[in-house]
């Protein structure tokens, strides 16, 4: 059965990048459409017009959200990607219940409450010794659905700037894809979690997926970005 996924966008598109990549390498094989709804002009937005993904500009500034509701309902999603710098209302977040996914920067429900690098910083700024990344359910308490995968990565003093992000980010997309291989599973096989490599740093990821071997190429992660 062929699935349709939407991300919400309004930032660089990193992670649509990659689930997109994944799909077209048949790493996920039921998710036949990507759509993206961008609340501004973004690389996200960019990404999907040269890629010839169905894309929206979509203002979600209106307290009760209905002409998104609206689109998104007529796109009829099994499951929506929210990496929206947004807050999306009760009334949106009833409707599509149990079918909104968010990636967060935190092993949650460590340094909730905020968006992009600004969980990292504040981890790494409060001295953590692990760092890692969150796909949780999207519920009305911001950052407290519960945890779909986790990604843990140990870190030290030393552990700043870009490259840290650049971890962060990769961790992400491994959370993601992991997240969208259980979601099109037929079985309901309890996962349990097992250790991986992000660049040169061991990892944790529960639940733990399989994944393809061309995620521990340097190559695969510089021909993402640019």
Not at 27 to 54: F, H, K, P, Q, T
Not at 107 to 121: K, M, N
Not at 174 to 180: C, P
Request: glycine content about 8%; some cysteine.
């Amino acid at each position: 059965m062929n699935k349709t996924l939407v991300f919400l966008c309004s930032g660089g598109g990193g992670n649509l990048r990659f689930v997109h990549k994944a799909i077209i390498k048949k790493w996920i094989s039921r998710w036949s459409s990507v759509v993206v709804i961008a609340d501004r002009e973004c690389l996200a937005i960019n990404y999907a017009r040269e890629e010839g993904l169905d894309n929206f500009i979509l203002d979600f500034k209106e307290s009760d959200q209905v002409a998104l509701t609206q689109l998104a309902s007529s796109l009829e999603p099994d499951l929506i990607i929210t990496t929206v710098h947004r807050i999306l209302c009760n009334s949106f977040l009833e409707k599509f219940e149990g079918r909104l996914l968010n990636l967060h920067y935190s092993l949650l429900p460590a340094f909730s409450g905020s968006i992009g690098v600004t969980p990292v910083q504040d981890a790494l700024s409060y001295g953590s010794c692990l760092i890692g990344a969150t796909v949780h359910a999207v519920t009305e308490v911001v950052d407290g659905g519960r945890p779909q995968v986790q990604i843990a990565l140990p870190v030290s003093r030393v552990d700043i700037g870009e490259d840290t992000m650049d971890l962060i980010f990769r961790a992400g997309c491994f959370a993601l894809l992991a997240a969208l291989k259980i979601a099109e599973a037929t079985d309901s096989e309890p996962l349990i979690g097992g250790h991986l490599m992000i660049g040169k740093r061991p990892a944790l990821m529960n639940p733990f997926v399989q994944y393809p071997s061309e995620l521990c190429s340097e190559s695969f992660w510089v021909a993402l970005r640019s």
